[in-house]
């Protein structure tokens, strides 16, 4: 089926988790164009005020918290949910990865569409080989990150629930190697290689 982009000039958009090293670009970016909220824990003013700098309203919201979106605004056209939790309790980290995409769906369920940022570590491992969205789920990021994968596919599945009881229109997609010129991986890759 075509793909017909979308005009997002003047849209209000909603972007989760705009302080991280894969939304922050996309938070630079839209903002130019459309009327852009950033929603965060924010527990450092002065990252908060680097993100308002750029012309993006702010709020201070814990998805983990219902009640801390009562802040939120909810008329917004689109979200991305790029928010994510790595703390390694699970409890905390369940709560607020996949509950929280739950307390935000519901609260902004009118939305035209919602796009949630997973991860390919979702997937079992399988080595090198080239994976497909039907591919098996598994834990393979336990080492690095405890709750990373089990919280990813906990999220998923809460997106998708709320996406199917509120007729969001809603796509998931599944990162892999996150990069830009902010950082990421091939940057401590070669870290590593340098450190033998």
């Given at each position: 089926?075509?793909?017909?982009?979308?005009?997002l000039s003047d849209k209000k958009i909603l972007i989760t988790g705009p302080t991280g090293?894969?939304?922050?670009?996309?938070?630079?970016?839209?903002?130019?164009?459309?009327?852009?909220?950033?929603?965060?824990?924010?527990?450092?003013?002065?990252?908060?005020?680097?993100?308002?700098?750029?012309?993006?309203?702010?709020?201070?919201?814990?998805?983990?918290?219902?009640?801390?979106?009562?802040?939120?605004p909810t008329d917004f056209d689109y979200i991305l949910n790029f928010a994510v939790v790595?703390?390694?309790?699970?409890?905390?980290?369940?709560?607020?990865?996949?509950?929280?995409?739950?307390?935000?769906?519901?609260?902004?369920?009118?939305?035209?569409?919602?796009?949630?940022?997973?991860?390919?570590?979702?997937?079992?491992?399988?080595?090198?080989?080239?994976?497909?969205?039907?591919?098996?789920?598994?834990?393979?990021?336990?080492?690095?990150?405890?709750?990373?994968?089990?919280?990813?596919?906990?999220?998923?599945?809460?997106?998708?629930?709320?996406?199917?009881?509120?007729?969001?229109?809603?796509?998931?997609?599944?990162?892999?190697?996150?990069?830009?010129?902010?950082?990421?991986?091939?940057?401590?890759?070669?870290?590593?290689?340098?450190?033998?």
């Amino acid at each position: 089926m075509p793909v017909s982009p979308v005009n997002l000039s003047d849209k209000k958009i909603l972007i989760t988790g705009p302080t991280g090293q894969v939304a922050r670009p996309v938070v630079e970016a839209l903002a130019k164009m459309a009327q852009v909220t950033a929603l965060a824990r924010f527990t450092d003013e002065a990252v908060r005020a680097e993100v308002e700098s750029l012309g993006v309203t702010t709020v201070r919201a814990d998805l983990a918290d219902k009640a801390s979106l009562d802040n939120c605004p909810t008329d917004f056209d689109y979200i991305l949910n790029f928010a994510v939790v790595k703390s390694g309790d699970f409890d905390y980290d369940l709560r607020a990865n996949a509950e929280g995409v739950g307390n935000l769906m519901t609260h902004c369920r009118g939305v035209k569409a919602f796009l949630h940022f997973s991860s390919t570590a979702v997937y079992e491992y399988a080595g090198h080989s080239p994976r497909k969205e039907s591919d098996p789920l598994g834990d393979n990021h336990r080492v690095m990150f405890p709750t990373y994968s089990i919280a990813k596919i906990a999220a998923e599945t809460v997106c998708r629930f709320v996406a199917h009881q509120h007729g969001i229109p809603t796509t998931i997609a599944r990162l892999s190697v996150p990069y830009g010129d902010n950082g990421g991986w091939p940057f401590f890759h070669l870290l590593m290689m340098k450190e033998g």
